[in-house]
């Protein structure tokens, strides 16, 4: 009862739950435009996921798996379904998670063997793989409710139910570790424990076997995705768009945002994207207004480019950016290969490169 | 519940609000509801408390402390405090009683020398207090304790000569107890003094000072003002009226008790801050005066004839005084905080599913390239040039942020100059007959630059309107402009509730608080023709001579307005339901019209103006930055006709050669572009366009 006063009290206010402060992007998150000048190794268009051995670096294009050869990509794999994500396993093997509704597990990666499938429990929205200890393969399953392609409608909805699965690929059971995540995409193990990000609670989490959830990174200003395993130490963690104050405020008026959900285009929504800018149509907030032919960069980001580079205790140490004026945005995965550091930006559908050192270099490291 | 937010938003005046707190006088509405509710209480619980006679005698009473709670009034305002106010009401009251009964002076007398009197106590406080910069405070209890030992001296010699005395003149008893129909003496001469007093501290230069000294004494001594005078006379004005009413005391009872005055300066004072003159300085009015003092007589009276101890009655009133003080800083404080909540108040405004503009979609809006190939004027050294204009040298002229008007030379315009220097943001702009420049200044005004570069204002005001709360007389974002055949100038103004920068405000708000005024250059006159417009923008003379076509550009309309002929005064809409907002309207070659459409609507704002109540809550807890806008960054020309023909459209796809545009003027088969957020000017080669074609020779009958 007390709550419920409270809630309105808030909601009447703008205090409490009803408030709508995002944090900025500063220190370790200060902007820079690394990310926005990272060199363009292959347009792909339907880019989705990346993997590396250490050396060779696959790419998820569609239903079809890359492999980057020099600067040439060469067909290594193709299926029947979109990948949605994928991994390599330490014994050579693979798993892919198609179309989000199943998981397959490989053995080599060679054209031919159909591998094992797991589809249970409900599998829904499948977004990101990896190997757990004991031949168990983690996946983060964003939604029950949306598929993997609707995750705005989840965010809209105000989805939270997110879940982290263990598959046992000796045994082939398929645990559900954790429940009713807001979001989860992006999973990488974490000496025994899972780190999963949990996007719409714009956090990182840490989950044990037992199911326990820890938190290790939150009040993010960004929505946190795939987070993949730094050489040395620490991970790559990928944000595949923005907060702003406004979707906050659109999240918590109900009336608006059914109306919206029921009468308008996804695409011309209050809501993050991959991309933005591509039709007028779009919704424009009060800092995007041209002024003498320029956006300003710190406009509020209806799309944002951010990879993160966290230490080993999941604390963010420096971060790379494609800001609000830029173009490589919605940056969904990021993996170490070689001695360069590789990207997917969703939004226009690039494949990017980028040296370690000239990294290291920009940022005076 | 649509229906409802409709029905709500158009006859339920929630705007006003802002606006009626936003007035100066809504800082004595607490004091004013205080009074009403004492009053009410005390006559349900006391049997006569407002009868004739009461009130008479309350008002004899309110009179003679009224005059020292000015007097405090004023040493307040001008950022002090005046203690000595009991002291110098009993000096003052010995001072007439022995001039009248010892040295037996004439009334007239007795006036005069209690007043010096009354001036001369009051010349100490301020001579050391203004000139010596005591500190107030510590100077007058100093004071209060001197007079206070004088009087007490003085009564001790003369108590009984005077109390012996009996004076009896009809001019003193006049004084004491006489009324005119009914309203006591004393109550006139104080109400002559209110209004003197109304009139000093807000119309008179004296007046100003001492208000502009309480609020900022450095300031006021920086700008000129004899500081340390103008504080010293206040004081001397506190005592002076102190002795007016210790006059129609003396008058009225004709002792001098030793309890005479003791303890009045805690009831003035809080009669003082009761009123809701601010103890800081700086802010306070004849008004709060007289409220205060009514409250306390009242307070104290009511208490008296319930009859409640004396100790219990000083106790009621410092806790009254205290809750006062709380609520004054409060209230201070808060209500500028207060009105920037609930100004803004926006207002439901439907616009059916726009036309389509996708390419393949068909229809006039269809997108296109066109506008990619325009060439670029002054790239990077003109700011902000909202309208365009060439004369018939075919010079061209645009507005800057700088506040210039700019004009570039024919017939490269590379070379360019400052032809005019305003001083705000010229908008639309017009040559008359006489070659004259008519241009209108956001936030000053219409504004006429003769040929030779003399730059007059044509006009800043209009007409009040009777039922507005807001002062709406002043022109405030005057925005585009057209000349009638027989030089009548209607102009639109966007707004009357906001300034030039906050147009997003007002489209946010989307309530139609435009309207188009006429300028008649003839007569001197300017009147507001419509009102109730939502942004009025674009103006341009139809081809009847008799009306105007106008566009509103948060209805995304144009409509026509007849001013002469047999149609005058009809509104007819000629264009609704535009994809996006219009802006400047002008004259085609062709005898059709061009239209700028400055930004393109998109369906979360439409939503959004349907939704008053968040939009409401988004400007509470957005910053303007965040807030959702109008999408001005993209738009387009089109070509209509007043039959409401869309003929044609041009589109920049991509908006990177010339973002924005608000307005468009065609020029020997060109078509010049101008874009309040540009660093350019674009333009642009028509096809099958009349090479000759000056718009204003056209329109003067010159070509």
Known sequence: MIGAIRRTVDQLLGRGEASITVPTLDGALKPNQILEHAEIVAELPHAEDLASDGATLYVADGPSLR??????????????????????????????????????????????????????????????????????????????????????????????????????????????????????????????????????????????????????????????????????????????????????????????????????????????????????????????????????????????????????????????????????????????????????????????????????????? | MEAFVRFKSKYWPDHLLGEILSKRWTETAIPVIVLLIVAFALSRSIDGFLSPVALADQARQAGEIGFIVLGMGLVVIVGGIDLSVGSMWALADFCALYCLDVLHLPVAAVIIVTLLFGALLGAVNGFLIGYLRLRAFITTLITLIIYRS?????????????????????????????????????????????????????????????????????????????????????????????????????????????????????????????????????????????VGTLIVLLVTNGLTTLSVRGGYQRMTLAAILLVAAIIDIRWLKNRMRIISKVYVTPAYNYLPPPPPTEIGAGGPFEQNDKLRDVSLIGLGRIEAP????LDRHDNLYAGSRHGDIIRFFAPDYERMEVFAHIGGQPLGMAFDKQDNLYCCIGGMGLYRIAPDRTVAKATDETNRSWLSVNDDSRLRLADDLDIAPDGRIFFSEATVRYEMHEWPVEGHEARGNGRIVCYDPNRGTTRTVLRGLKFPNGICIASDGQSILFAETFRCSVSRYWYDGPKAGKVETVLDNLPGYPDNINLASDG?????????RCPALDLAWRMPGFRNRMSKRLPLDEWLFPNINTGCVVKFNEKGEILESFWDLHGANHPMITSMREHRGFLYLGGIANNRIGRYKLANADPDFVQYDKRWGRA
């Open chain 1, 67 to 365: 492999r980057l050869a020099g600067d040439a990509l060469t067909e290594a794999w193709r299926f029947d379904r979109p990948i949605t994500a994928f991994c390599l396993l330490a014994s050579g093997g693979l798993a892919v998670a198609l179309d989000g509704k199943e998981v397959r597990v490989f053995d080599a990666i060679a054209g031919g063997d159909s591998g094992r499938s797991f589809t249970g429990p409900d599998m829904t929205a499948v977004n990101a793989l990896a190997e757990g200890p004991d031949g168990t393969v983690l996946a983060t399953d964003g939604s029950l409710e949306q598929p993997y392609a609707r995750w705005a409608h989840d965010l809209m909805s105000r989805g939270a139910t997110g879940r982290l699965l263990a598959i046992d690929t000796r045994s082939g059971a398929v645990n559900v570790r954790a429940s009713a995540l807001g979001y989860a995409f992006g999973v990488v193990s974490s000496n025994g424990d899972a780190l999963v990000s949990e996007s719409w609670r714009h956090r990182l989490v840490f989950i044990s076997p037992q199911g326990a959830v820890r938190p290790a990174l939150g009040e993010l200003p960004v929505y946190p995705s795939r987070i993949s395993r730094a050489e040395g130490g620490g991970y790559w963690l990928t944000a595949f768009t923005g907060r702003t104050q406004l979707v906050e405020f659109v999240l918590r008026e109900n009336a608006y945002r059914r109306r919206m959900m029921a009468e308008i285009a996804p695409e011309h929504w209050i809501v993050p994207r991959l991309r933005s800018g591509q039709s007028f149509k779009e919704p424009m907030q009060g800092a995007h207004l041209k002024t003498m032919g320029v956006v300003k960069p710190w406009a509020p980001p209806r799309s944002y480019g951010l990879i993160v580079r966290l230490n080993a205790a999941a604390q963010p140490v420096y971060s790379l950016h494609s800001r609000v004026d830029g173009e490589n945005h919605g940056v969904v995965a990021a993996v170490e290969a070689g001695d360069s550091l590789y990207a997917i930006a969703k939004g226009p559908g690039r494949l990017l490169r980028l040296p370690l050192a000239k990294i290291r270099e920009e940022l005076r490291l």
């Open chain 2, 150 to 290: 004088a009087y007490d001296l003085l009564i001790q010699e003369h108590s009984n000569e005077i109390a012996a005395a009996f004076p009896d003149f009809p001019s003193w008893n006049f004084i004491g107890g006489g009324d005119v129909f009914g309203v006591p003496s004393v109550a006139i001469a104080y109400a002559i003094v209110a209004i003197f007093g109304h009139v000093f501290l807000t119309r008179l230069r004296p007046g100003w000072h001492i208000t502009a000294i309480g609020g900022s004494r450095r300031s006021a001594y920086n700008s000129g003002i004899a500081v340390r005078r103008t504080i010293a006379l206040c004081y001397v004005a506190s005592g002076v009226l102190t002795a007016t009413g210790a006059l129609f005391f003396a008058a009225r009872l004709g002792t001098v008790g030793g309890d005479v005055g003791v303890g009045l300066e805690v009831t003035v004072l809080t009669a003082v801050v009761l009123g809701g003159i601010s103890l800081g300085g700086g802010k306070g009015s004849v008004a709060k005066a007289l």
């Open chain 2, 386 to 389: 909202e309208d365009v204009i």
């Open chain 2, 592 to 600: 059709n019209y061009w239209l700028a459409i400055v930004g393109m």
